[in-house]
């Protein structure tokens, strides 16, 4: 089915005239010499006295650089929630249309879903946590915006087949939103590249987890230019702030210690998937390829609680669909992993 942006977009974002802030109007603002009075700020330097780059090139160049993408198929965000929330405040008329997610997943879906008051279709993930084409398609309707895929997917840890990402995306006319937050954790490939070849696909991204940076807030999202450009108009023009941009930039300029922290963690996620494997009260444990595995348990409440008692926090899921009597539990450090063991053991 061919994808037509203007009739994803809400008619208010269409004729939306953005806001137009003092560092829009003058965008080579870094030049050295130039004296700025034109946004108020305090000209005393503290090295955040001035507004940040409303487009964050900088981050961007490194990031277009390192991804083999252009920055106007990318928007930066306060996290990826932010990056999620504008994408439902673009597309989704409140009161109206719908999304699809498919639990169980990532809880901020169904919670933006709320907040922008547009109906949250569930349609569950089959046992083996894949999505259940025929499912979706029977719950989609003409007022269908966007569906949401997490893959690699939180809680499970697993990732979607292609052939069914494929199949959405070639036969949905609205747009395909996945949620890569853990895919460098994956052997997978990022579906990154395929941006050029579906005008219907949204990738959201993060440097919360494998970057090692969730204290700072920042999310990426990579689309067409099109698709960008109307998420453009309504983003809040200073959203990733100044101190942000920096870690940023440095971090992702350390190519070594990202990989070396990577490979350490996926080194102790098999680790723990060994020992897993002996822990009598341990029925189950789901194929992982981020940085936590999904187990199931006799009884989650009570391994929970003396988990808590002993001073270790994980994630109890017994409430989640398809996940009663389950824990996630996050690859951490050597240490970390050898308490958790001794922990489990006892
Ligand atoms: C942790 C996580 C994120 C990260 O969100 P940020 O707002 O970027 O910290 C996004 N999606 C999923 C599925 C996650 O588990």
Redesign the pocket.
């Known amino acids: 089915m061919k994808f037509d942006i203007n009739t994803i977009t809400r008619d208010n974002v269409k004729v939306l005239k953005p806001y137009s802030s003092a560092r829009d109007e003058f965008e080579d603002f870094d030049t050295a010499d130039m004296v700025f009075l034109d946004a108020n700020e305090n000209p005393y330097n503290s090295g955040v006295n001035r507004y940040p780059d409303p487009q964050q090139a900088s981050v961007k160049s490194i990031l277009a650089k390192q991804h083999n993408r252009s920055q106007n198929q990318m928007l930066l965000g306060n ?4 990056v999620l929330d504008l994408i439902f405040r673009a597309f989704c008329e409140p009161k109206k249309d719908n999304v699809i997610t498919l639990p169980p997943t ?1 809880g ?1 879906y169904g919670v933006l879903a709320n907040i922008n008051a547009i109906e949250n279709r569930e349609v569950l993930l089959s046992t083996d946590f894949q999505p259940q084409i025929d499912k979706i398609f029977k719950a989609i309707d003409d007022n269908t915006k966007m569906i949401f895929l ?1 893959s690699p997917n ?1 809680p499970t840890g697993n990732s979607f087949s292609e052939e069914s990402v494929v199949t959405l995306l070639e036969k949905f006319k609205g747009l395909i939103v996945i ?1 890569e ?2 895919i460098d954790f994956s052997e997978k490939e990022s579906w990154l590249k395929k941006i050029d070849q579906y005008p219907n696909l949204i990738i ?1 991204q ?4 494998a970057y090692g940076l ?1 204290g700072i ?3 990426i999202c990579y689309a067409s230019a099109e698709i960008i450009s109307v998420l453009n108009k309504i983003k809040p023009p200073y959203n990733v702030n100044e101190l942000t941009q920096k870690r940023a930039l440095e971090r992702l300029n350390d190519t070594k210690a990202i990989k070396h922290e990577i490979e350490s963690i996926i080194e102790q996620r098999e680790k723990l998937l060994k020992v897993l494997l002996e822990v009598s009260f341990v029925k189950k444990i789901y194929p992982t390829e981020a940085n936590f595995v999904l187990i199931k348990v006799d009884d989650a409440n009570k391994r929970y609680d003396d988990l808590i008692a002993k001073g270790i926090v994980i994630r109890n899921r017994t409430t989640q669909p398809l996940c009663e009597n389950t824990l996630r539990l996050t690859i951490g450090t050597e240490e970390e992993n050898k308490k958790l063991i001794e922990a489990l053991k006892a």
């Open positions: 996290g990826s929630d932010e990532y901020m997490c939180n949620d937050a853990y959201t993060t440097l919360s987890k969730a807030r920042l999310g």
